[in-house]
């Protein structure tokens, strides 16, 4: 079974430009989160999906984060404008309805120059 | 609201040393406890958890903690460090929402 995969693995931009990182979760896996890690910091969550909807997004930085999931299959995070601030490790995990464990993808080191 | 400390952020112990990695929680009830390691430039793997029942578990790679509620603490042991082991780990907890809190990480060197 294919774990959670994410893409790019690596991105490098420039403060103002646009990227959007992609994850694909394990298949059936009906709950998606995003998650943060900023150098040296914790990781730190960002949103959570249940199939297509949010069912939590407080951990959203600010309105220049945008994150979907159409169809509740993969999903994608937008940055647009980037700021340097948003530097770091993004990581996205899936979890099984009723199962306690959410399984997690190597991430996307993203570097805003 | 849920908490997580890892008070060491680097610790470095000898190959064949025992290890201790130290997680506190702060939670109102008892809550999904959890370890991840991540290797260099690899995700995060999930060495064991715990949720219930026995508060000593066993995970991979030689690994168990144990969940003491008077302490709010579940410390990941090893017996025997392998030079493998140099990753950096995270202990979480989440409730039964399931949303999960990461503390900041212990870095992990093994010495030849």
């Known amino acids: 079974e294919a774990g959670v995969t994410q893409f790019p693995s690596h991105s490098v931009i420039e403060k103002g430009q646009t990227v959007t990182l992609r994850c694909d979760p394990i298949s059936g896996h009906d709950n998606l989160y995003w998650y943060r890690r900023v150098m040296g910091k914790e990781i730190k969550f960002l949103l959570h999906?249940?199939?297509?909807?949010?069912?939590?997004e407080s951990g959203m930085p600010n309105n220049r984060f945008l994150a979907e999931r159409t169809g509740g299959t993969y999903s994608t995070l937008k940055v647009q404008p980037a700021e340097l601030e948003d530097s770091g490790v993004y990581f996205c995990?899936?979890?099984?309805?009723?199962?306690?464990?959410?399984?997690f993808g190597p991430g996307t080191r993203l570097l805003v120059l | 609201a849920q908490s997580v400390t890892q008070p060491d952020i680097h610790i470095t112990v000898s190959e064949g040393a025992s290890l201790e990695l130290r997680c506190n929680y702060s939670?109102?009830?008892?809550?999904?406890l959890f370890w991840y390691v991540q290797s260099p430039g690899q995700g995060l793997q999930l060495l064991l958890k715990?949720?219930?029942?026995?508060?000593l578990v066993q995970g991979i790679k030689g690994f168990e903690a144990e969940f003491k509620r008077s302490q709010s603490s579940f410390n990941l042991r090893k017996p025997s460090v392998h030079w493998s082991d140099a990753a950096e780990y995270f202990c979480a907890v989440a409730n039964t929402r399931n949303d999960m809190r990461f503390g900041a990480g212990t870095r992990l060197t093994v010495k030849p």
């Open positions: 715990y949720f219930s029942g026995d508060t």
């Open positions: 999906f249940v199939k297509e909807s949010k069912q939590d």
């Open positions: 939670y109102g009830a008892t809550p999904y």
């Open positions: 995990a899936s979890r099984q309805q009723g199962q306690e464990t959410q399984y």
